[in-house]
């Protein structure tokens, strides 16, 4: 796999018949180890490992639906109410971020409406906060700690 833009993570992977599979810690289980899975793990580690982001307050492949139409939403940060924070939207290292990644992740947020938006191919990482008064979003220089994260929701 590609070097990724993200601190090295301590990945638990296996062989199958099915092929590699590594271990999703947030879902407790082994899942396909894609490019975009690959993304996911190492982000999440960084966010667990290098943010303070309790794991315990983060899930993968979240499940929403918008106008009856059922959705996943890559890994949702929540605060210690459980309300949604944050939406994180991975693509493979391969996959250039663009506006069409945010609108994705925009729409995710209309059944959230989490405070933050995060997109990330391992290799670039772009962070948003949402401002629900004056409906605009703002790219942020840095992803928050969470706790910094909590405190400005």
Do not use: W
């Amino acid at each position: 796999m590609i070097a990724l833009n993200l601190p090295k993570a301590d990945l638990r992977l296996k062989r199958d018949d099915d092929g590699v599979q590594v271990f999703d810690a947030l879902r407790r289980r082994y899942v396909k180890f894609t490019p975009e899975e690959y993304v996911r793990q190492s982000f999440v580690n960084f966010l667990v490992m290098h943010k303070g982001y309790p794991r315990g307050l983060m899930g993968n492949e979240v499940a929403i639906e918008i106008n009856s139409v059922k959705l996943r939403c890559d890994t949702v940060v929540y605060g210690r109410d459980m309300r949604p924070l944050m939406i994180v939207e991975y693509k493979a290292p391969t996959c250039h971020i663009d506006e069409a990644v945010l609108r994705q992740a925009y729409v995710y947020n209309m059944a959230l409406r989490a405070g933050y938006l995060v997109l990330s191919n391992g290799l670039a990482h772009h962070c948003f906060q949402v401002d629900y008064a004056s409906n605009e979003i703002h790219r942020l220089e840095a992803l928050p700690d969470y706790q910094d994260l909590c405190l400005n929701v």
